[in-house]
């Protein structure tokens, strides 16, 4: 008999569908933990400075090589409902604060691990459940006290934090470097209200172009578009510009479906392509009357536009992305117009300068001295596309990072330090606490000393004896003793200045508990059939 079919009276109910699946109780949990110690393995690797990078490969056959914990989940297609929720785990904790994915994964896999240890002897679910969540917040606690301010204002502070964002081994070399760039755009594009700090991130484009090297990366203070200006005619440098935005073509839209037009006599073409050139020309003079010497626009440009445009003097950039043209907006003080007939001078934003310059073999738009002064773009410049992609990646981290100490302004020491104490604490703390909640508190601790574990083994260490010579540095007071992955050795992690923002450590503690206690809750799974698609 089917799980989902119950027998009442002699007579077979069918409770769900036809071809449905039900797994109950012990199976259903252990089903579910099994699947997510298989994502927090593949992620545990990739942890640290020393982890591996993994290949990726899409339904299409492209490649994404990466170490970056976000980006690995992203293209992993998983099947099981569980890995799923963890995944989605990650993805939150990546959205919230940009970083510290990989850490969450793998500390989630590791407290469901141990919890699978407390069921096998017996103990209730919701024992470990409740212990798992006093453990939680007495972590965050501990977590609170022993973070150290820092001074925001200060960009050597802010670009040693940053800097461990950016320890992904293709940008390695230029760490310095690019944690000085993210530092500086986000001094200029941050805001200060009162003695809050409010990091826009969305003020700080991206772009990439290949180069040379890494070296070459520059911070504009303004706009740089991917385009070239649409005519050889046109300026390619604008002094006082007067930018008209717009998500409208200056192009006769074709028609959607294919219509047909009887003519009978070349004068009646004729009529009709110089209507057309007409209404371009009639939008032309619109723009130019009312002051626009700089067009850009989301939409098209026909040829015979261009042409009266560059007759007119006027620059123009066409075929920009929808998010550009928001931020040009926003920089400029433009209002994206959609029908030119309706601009008025009002719309139009303004810049000191516009101009088109070459960049390796290409050409870049330049919107600078905006009377926004907080768009800024970093141009990323790398000698291959996978280079450039990682180094992205590595810089959103980066800017991340920045973007939580602005929102509170402390850290915690890294290299598994911070776990290494708050476990001690939560043992110390838990064994007051009674009967069976504190082997789940026990446990959390020993799952926290994980992270540690597992940047000793990228570091070359023997785990044991690591964890042994930190426990012992713990409990003599060193807090932040944790492992100098580089050089492979327990340190002091404040001396080397491997720190996290408290931010980061504080979440990836909340959203590891919150997921495994979220998967060890379930005791039922009921899979509806596969519809064939
Ligand atoms: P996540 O996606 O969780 O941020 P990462 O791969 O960036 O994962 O690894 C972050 C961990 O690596 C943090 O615990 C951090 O303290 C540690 N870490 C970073 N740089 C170093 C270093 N040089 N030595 C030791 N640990 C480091």
Redo the contacts with the bound molecule.
């Keep these: 008999m089917s799980s989902g079919t119950q027998q009442r009276g002699g007579v077979p109910v069918m409770v769900l569908k036809e071809g449905s699946q039900r797994t109950t109780g012990a199976d259903a949990r252990r089903s579910n933990i099994m699947a997510a110690k298989v994502i927090a393995e593949i992620l545990s690797t990739?942890?640290?400075?020393r982890?591996m990078d993994k290949m990726l490969i899409d339904a299409f056959g492209d490649v994404t090589i990466t170490?970056?914990?976000?980006a690995i989940l992203k293209e992993m297609e998983v099947q099981h409902p569980a890995a799923k929720l963890l995944i989605e785990v990650a993805k939150a904790q990546d959205a919230e604060v940009g970083?510290?994915?990989?850490?969450?994964v793998v500390l989630a896999g590791r407290l469901l691990e141990l919890a699978e240890e407390l069921l096998d002897e017996g103990i209730h679910p919701t024992i470990i459940i409740d212990g798992y969540k006093k453990a939680m917040d007495y972590a965050i606690q501990v977590a609170n006290e022993i973070a150290q301010p820092i001074n925001v204002e200060d960009k050597n502070q802010l670009a040693l934090v940053a800097m461990?964002?950016l320890?992904s081994k293709i940008v390695a070399e230029a760490r310095d470097y690019l944690a000085k760039i993210a530092v500086d755009a986000s001094a200029i594009a941050v805001e200060k209200i009162g003695d809050k700090y409010n990091l826009d991130l969305d003020w700080i484009k991206i772009e990439k172009k290949k180069g040379q090297s890494l070296f070459e990366t520059q911070l504009i203070q303004g706009i740089v578009l991917d385009k070239e200006v649409v005519h050889p005619g046109m300026p390619k440098r604008v002094v006082n510009a007067k930018i008209a935005v717009l998500d409208a073509p200056l192009e006769i839209e074709k028609p959607e479906w294919t219509t047909k037009i009887s003519v009978s006599s070349p004068q009646q073409i004729k009529a009709f392509l110089e209507e057309e050139s007409n209404i371009l020309k009639s939008y032309v003079d619109k723009l130019a009357e009312i002051g626009a010497n700089v067009v850009i626009t989301q939409k098209g440009i026909d040829e015979v536009a261009q042409h009266y445009l560059a007759k007119k003097g006027i620059m123009a950039v066409r075929r920009v992305k929808r998010s550009d043209i928001e931020k040009l907006a926003k920089a400029t003080g433009a209002k994206i117009v959609t029908s030119i007939k309706d601009i008025r001078p009002e719309d139009l934003g303004t810049a000191g300068l516009v101009e088109e310059r070459k960049v390796g073999e290409e050409k870049m738009v330049f919107v600078e001295q905006c009377p926004n002064p907080r768009a800024v773009t970093i141009l990323l410049r790398g000698a291959a596309d996978r280079i450039l992609d990682e180094a992205e990646r590595s810089m959103q981290d980066a800017l991340h990072v920045i973007r939580d100490l602005y929102r509170e302004p402390k850290i915690v020491p890294?290299?598994?330090a911070f776990e290494m104490e708050i476990a001690r604490r939560l043992r110390e703390w838990g064994r007051k606490l009674p009967g069976k909640e504190q082997l789940a508190v026990l446990k959390f601790a020993e799952a926290l000393e994980h992270?540690p574990t597992i940047?000793a083994l990228t570091a070359g260490l023997d785990p044991v004896d690591a964890i042994a010579e930190l426990r012992r540095r713990h409990d003599a007071g060193e807090v932040d003793a944790?492992?100098?992955?580089?050089s492979g050795k327990v340190a002091n992690?404040a001396k080397i200045n491997?720190v996290?923002p408290l931010l980061v450590k504080t979440h990836?503690i909340r959203s590891a508990a919150e997921a495994a206690i979220m998967i060890l809750r379930i005791d039922d799974i009921v899979a509806a059939a596969q519809t064939k698609t």
């Design positions: 990739s942890l640290g400075p982890g170490g970056d914990g976000a970083d510290g994915t990989t850490t969450a461990n964002s320890s890294g290299g598994g992270i940047l944790g492992v100098d992955v580089l992690m491997v996290d990836v």
